[in-house]
């Protein structure tokens, strides 16, 4: 037997396999990447999460502020609800005296920083708002970053006037 092998048990044909050290090393270390996201994950956080519903047959703007406190930028990259046919991620500008709104592909998250989702601003649309989408509700949303992980946050539902 070479070194770094040992073999085990397997039902089947052979009645045994040969597997070596390399093959365990290889399959924990993909155990690590898969697990890398959920940690990168951990250094982001929301604050102040809310729906605002004008009326149940327009879209809804979500607000909030992510803030990641850890020590490399991230990247979100998109949004879902199962409260919303359609969660976008979009941002109001001003041109020349005119407001117009736009749908981003991404918004960056600076290293040990933040960035507001608020009025005039990046925002959530939830398009198509479900039957959840109400006053007084909570709803759940999954952000999505570039690096694979994700960040589930639950959403008040607020009326115009953020009550």
């Known amino acids: ?11 089947g044909r052979g009645g045994r396999r040969r597997t070596t050290l390399r093959t365990i090393l290889a399959a ?15 250094a982001l956080h929301v604050e102040g999460p809310w729906l605002r519903l004008l009326i149940p047959s327009r879209p809804a703007a979500g607000y909030f502020v992510l803030h990641n406190d850890g020590d490399d930028a991230e990247t979100l990259v998109s949004a879902e609800s199962p409260a919303c ?3 976008m991620l979009h941002r109001s500008t001003h041109d020349g005296g005119q407001e117009r709104m736009e749908m981003v592909q991404n918004v960056p998250v600076p290293a040990h920083g933040k960035v507001s989702f608020a009025p005039g601003g990046y925002h959530l649309m939830c398009m198509m708002p479900g039957a959840a989408v109400r006053r007084g509700n909570h709803v759940p949303v999954t952000f999505h970053f570039a690096d694979g992980a994700a960040l589930e ?3 008040v539902v607020k009326g115009p006037n953020g009550q």
């Open 85 to 87: 046919a359609e969660l």
């Open 153 to 155: 946050v639950m959403f």
């Open 28 to 42: 924990a270390g993909a155990l690590a990447v898969l697990q890398a996201p959920a940690a990168q994950a951990a």
């Open 1 to 11: 037997m070479m070194p770094g092998t040992w073999f085990s048990p397997v039902a």
